[in-house]
Antibody
Framework: QITLKESGPSLVKPTQTLTLTCTFS??????????VGWIRQPPGKALEWLAL???????RYSPSLKSRLTITKDTSKNQVVLIMTNMDPVDTATYYC??????????WGQGTLVTVSS | DIVMTQSPLSLPVTPGEPASISCRSS???????????LDWYLQKPGQSPQLLIY???NRASGVPDRFSGSGSGTDFTLKISRVEAEDVGVYYC?????????FGQGTRLDIK
C-alpha cells in the first residue's frame, strides 16, 4: 500500500525559506521509473506543478520557480524534501507530494497548508 | 510550457444524466513511443486529487466504469455516463509529456 504524507510549518513569514518533507511508504525511490513530485494549490485555485525527483537523482523544476526551488531525497529514510526560498504571500497554498510511475501521478499525499504572512 | 484548457469551467448536472468535460492542449501529447500522456483527476471537496484516467483512456484502479476518457493529439474528453452524487468536485486534466507538467483550470461539477 503506497502512502505519502507531507510535513512542515503551517506558517512562514515573507522572505523566509520553506522546507517541506514528504515521507512515503509502500515503494522505493530506487525502483526504475519511480519519482516523487510536488504540486501546490492556492486556496480556491488550480493545481500547479513544482518539481520532481527520480531515484537516480534526476531533478526537474518548474521554470518559473526554478531559482527558488531545491528538491532532494533521502532514500534510506524514504523522504523527499522541497525547499522554497524567499517566500511571499502569493505562495500561500496547500502543498502536495505525489508518487509518479508510468508517467502518471497515481498516489497523492493529504497535502499541507502553508500560509505566508507576517 | 504546454497550456491545458478545459471547458466548461462549471457543470451542473442532474443525477443520472451524462456529463462531458473537454480538455485541449497547446501541443500534441503523443509521445514517440505511441502513448499519449494525458491524465484526468478528480478533487472531491476537502480531499487530495485522485487519479481517474491515465494515458488518455485507461481507468485507474477502482474507478467506476461510468467514467471514460477519449481523445488524441490535442483534444480530449472525459465522460461520465450517469452522474452520481459522489461525483461532485473539481475535475482536472494534466499533461505528463513535457516538463513542466501542467494542469487545466479545473471544471467544477455539482448536482442540480
Amino acid at each position: 500500500q503506497i502512502t505519502l504524507k507531507e510535513s512542515g510549518p503551517s506558517l512562514v513569514k515573507p522572505t523566509q525559506t520553506l522546507t517541506l518533507t514528504c515521507t512515503f511508504s509502500g515503494f522505493s525511490l530506487s525502483t526504475s521509473g519511480v519519482a516523487v513530485g510536488w504540486i501546490r494549490q492556492p486556496p480556491g485555485k488550480a493545481l500547479e506543478w513544482l518539481a520532481l525527483i527520480y531515484g537516480n537523482d534526476d531533478k526537474r523544476y518548474s521554470p518559473s520557480l526554478k531559482s527558488r526551488l531545491t528538491i532532494t531525497k533521502d532514500t534510506s529514510k524514504n523522504q523527499v524534501v522541497l525547499i522554497m526560498t524567499n517566500m511571499d504571500p502569493v505562495d500561500t497554498a496547500t502543498y502536495y507530494c505525489a508518487h509518479r510511475r508510468d508517467w502518471t501521478y497515481d498516489y497523492w499525499g493529504q497535502g499541507t497548508l502553508v500560509t505566508v504572512s507576517s | 510550457d504546454i497550456v491545458m484548457t478545459q471547458s466548461p469551467l462549471s457543470l451542473p448536472v442532474t443525477p443520472g444524466e451524462p456529463a462531458s468535460i473537454s480538455c485541449r492542449s497547446s501541443q500534441s501529447l503523443l509521445h514517440s513511443n505511441g502513448y499519449t500522456y494525458l491524465d484526468w483527476y478528480l478533487q472531491k471537496p476537502g480531499q487530495s486529487p485522485q487519479l481517474l484516467i491515465y494515458w488518455g483512456s485507461n481507468r485507474a484502479s477502482g474507478v467506476p466504469d461510468r467514467f471514460s476518457g477519449s481523445g488524441s493529439g490535442t483534444d480530449f474528453t472525459l465522460k461520465i455516463s450517469r452522474v452520481e452524487a459522489e461525483d461532485v468536485g473539481v475535475y482536472y486534466c494534466m499533461q505528463g509529456l513535457q516538463y513542466p507538467h501542467t494542469f487545466g483550470q479545473g471544471t467544477r461539477l455539482d448536482i442540480k
